[in-house]
């Protein structure tokens, strides 16, 4: 398993949210109604081969707004309507890419290749994700100044 997969985590998300949307994430303590019962879009992508994972990223829906306007270079109000929630899902899932992405290398870089899965996204309201037994679960979460997001990391033990 990755012994560090916090730091991994942390610094996937300070880096691309520093690069791409100029936001600083710190952070802050996983804790229970992280999210508040807000609406929410939770973006995943997998990976495979010697290291096997998904990485969830858990963020409110009016977040994932200001993510797409700041990432497309839009103001937060062209991204208020319903048909632009594609457009969201779109973004937030190339956001899990770049993040996943990130820490995808960084295992590799450790001789544990391996492949990224197609993103996908979950939108509702009080979503968790309840792991298979004998998955490894890391959370973090974050403060983005505009919004939180939690990032979930399930871990699978290869078998040898």
């Known amino acids: 398993m990755i012994q560090d997969a916090e730091l991994l985590i942390t610094a996937a998300v300070v880096e691309v949210f520093s690069t ?15 999210l508040d019962g807000q609406p929410q879009i939770v973006s995943a992508v997998g990976f495979t081969g010697a290291a ?13 707004r200001h993510i797409t306007a700041g990432l497309l270079g839009l103001s937060p109000a062209e991204i208020q309507t319903d048909e632009t929630d594609e457009m969201v899902n779109d973004t937030m899932g190339e ?18 290749r391996c492949v990224l899965t197609i993103p996908s996204i979950v939108r509702g309201s009080q979503l968790t994700i309840e792991p298979v037994s004998n998955t490894e679960r890391h959370r973090c979460a974050f403060d983005c100044g505009q919004g939180p997001l939690l990032v979930e990391m399930l871990l699978k033990p290869n078998e040898v």
Do not use: H, W
């Open 20 to 34: 791409m949307l100029n936001v600083k994430a710190r952070s802050v303590p996983p804790v229970e109604g992280f």
């Open 52 to 64: 096997t994972g998904v990485v969830y990223l858990y963020t409110t829906a009016q977040f994932a």
């Open 95 to 112: 956001i899990a890419n770049m993040v996943v992405g990130q820490i995808k290398s960084r295992i590799s870089d450790r001789g544990l």
